[in-house]
């Protein structure tokens, strides 16, 4: 087999579709090798004395393991000095991060979730960082907050690494989803799937049933229906998943469809859902989209939502296209 390097796709694929300018590309090459460290430290466990808890509190008072600090700083550093960024955001750090003003600065903004599904980290299940990329308006000498208030429509590539059995990486720039994985003997990225599809059907779903008595009518009625199987209204057995990490959720639902649900629910209505825009919810739903599926808040597109604050959260419903149209449709009703 021909193997092909994660730098030899960009470069393709920059020359076939002018998709890829020099600077994204380094960008993809720099969060790449990041994601190669993270993967490191993660592969190291009790060894590496990467486990258990820090002693400080995120932004959204969340308590932070180390490896999510380790994996922030691995990614900030990284993608400092390059020029190839006007400034970062991450959801383990309050305010943007401008580029010091020691480096040139570049016309694209980072966003990532650095270490996600923390809960996992600990127990050794698969865990993941997610990101997404913006471009910073032009002629900015240095971004601000409102500068990355962008709907997901605007990003021009979207990824995340899964750390797990094997590491993958999967990266779209909006002509497609591609996985690569991690070579760890050569310490490089190989091509091991092209132009990934999310089946429109499935009989999968992943949500936290034990949240159930919170759900709203309309999640309650979708997943009702599932749970009623061959006798109930859908005719048919579903079957459910559900690893409390976002990255390996949808790694699976890229792999053989489903559909993934963090609805909003009761208990908080000034916090909707779980889940972070800017982080979590805007690139997936870019990589599901590109890979033929859906993602949307139940009542629209997730892309198309005009973002307010960059810790924003919003209900997740993306996978397979036409689940996440019927329980979308039940929120309309
Ligand atoms: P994190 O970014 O703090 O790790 O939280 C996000 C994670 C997702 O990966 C996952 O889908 C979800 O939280 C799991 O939540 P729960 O613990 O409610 O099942
Ligand atoms: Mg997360």
Sequence with gaps: MKRISLTQYLVEEQRQHNSIPAELRLLIEVVARACKTISHAVGKGALGEVLGTA?????????????DIISNEILLEANEWGGHLAAMASEEMESIHPIPNRYPKGEYM??????????NIDVNVSIGTIFSVLKAP????????????????????????????????????????????????MGSWVLTQRNMQIPAKTKEFAINMSNARHWHPPVKRYIDELLAGETGPRGTNFNMRWIASMVADVHRILNRGGVFMYPADLRDTSMPGKLRLMYEANPMAFIVEQAGGAATDGKQRIMDIQPHKLHQRVPVFLGSRDEVAVVTSYHQA
């Design 110 to 119: 980072l966003l990532f979730d650095p270490l996600d599904g923390s809960s």
């Design 138 to 185: 032009e002629g900015m000498a240095q971004p601000t907050e409102a500068d990355f208030m962008q709907p997901g429509t605007q990003q021009v590539a979207a990824g995340y690494a899964v750390y797990g059995p094997q590491t993958m990486l999967v990266l779209t720039t909006g002509n497609g989803v591609n996985c690569f994985t991690l070579d760890r003997e």
């Design 55 to 67: 002693e400080t509190e995120n932004i959204q008072g969340e308590v932070q393991k180390k490896l």
